[in-house]
């Protein structure tokens, strides 16, 4: 099992580029995450997922988009990128299932994203 | 979900043990006790979990006080390769929750030879 594979892994976009980063698992979690982490910084929830077709905001929604059309796959959007959405990206996976044992979540191994 | 604090930082020798402290002394009944690590640049990764019984599994073991306020993560012989970001995160059971992490700061744990 590849796990939690997140495309591209490092991209540079110029102020007002829009992109969508891809996230897919192999696992066949019901729940998808975004994540962004600023340098120095703990990670903070953007958008999740808690199956396919539907999505909700996390802590810093604002200026991005995602979408949940398939099972294994989790995209994030950023239709005007601003110098403030550097960042790098995290995507993560977990069941559904509420008791602590199966529900941890896989972390893909992060998008540098840069905006000039 | 309660909020935990936990130390900026702390040195270990290798081969020693680690003991990492986080408080979470607004922590309720129906919320566990989680603790990640990010390795330098990598995504985080799943150590352990307790509610009120200490834990051990292959990676570490978890210490909860019996008030449920506070935790340690003990890191049984630290090596090089536990140098990383440690998080103490608590969070609720509850599936409308949708099973969200709230990382803090975390323990920045610099392992040395």
């Known amino acids: 099992n590849a796990g939690v594979t997140q495309t591209p892994k490092f991209r540079v976009l110029k102020t007002g580029q829009s992109m969508t980063l891809l996230c897919a698992q192999d696992m066949n979690h019901e729940y998808m995450y975004w994540y962004r982490q600023d340098p120095g910084m703990g990670l903070r929830l953007i958008h999740y997922s808690v199956g396919e077709g539907t999505t909700a905001k996390g802590e810093v929604p604002d200026g991005y988009n995602v979408s949940r059309l398939k099972k294994q796959n989790f995209l994030l959007g950023l239709e005007s990128a601003a110098p403030s959405q550097t960042s790098v990206y995290f995507c993560?996976?977990?069941?559904?299932?509420?008791?602590?044992?199966?529900?941890?979540?896989?972390f893909g191994p992060g998008t540098r994203l840069t905006v000039l | 979900d309660a909020k935990t604090t936990q130390p900026t930082s702390m040195d270990c020798a290798e081969g020693r043990a680690a003991n990492l402290p986080c408080n979470h002394s607004t922590i309720s009944g129906n919320e566990y006790v989680y603790w990640y690590r990010q390795i330098h640049s990598q995504g985080p990764q799943y150590i352990i979990h307790?509610?009120?019984n200490n834990e051990t599994n292959e990676m570490a073991s978890l210490i909860i006080t019996e008030d449920r306020k506070s935790s340690t993560l003990i890191l049984p012989h630290a090596t090089l390769r536990d140098t990383a970001v440690y998080y103490c995160?608590?969070?609720?059971?509850?599936?409308?929750?949708?099973?969200?992490?709230?990382f803090g700061g975390g323990t920045r744990v610099l392992v040395k030879p």
């Open positions: 995160i608590v969070r609720s059971t509850v599936k409308a929750a949708g099973n969200k992490l709230t």
């Open positions: 993560a996976s977990s069941y559904s299932i509420a008791t602590p044992v199966q529900n941890e979540q896989f």
């Open positions: 307790g509610l009120k």
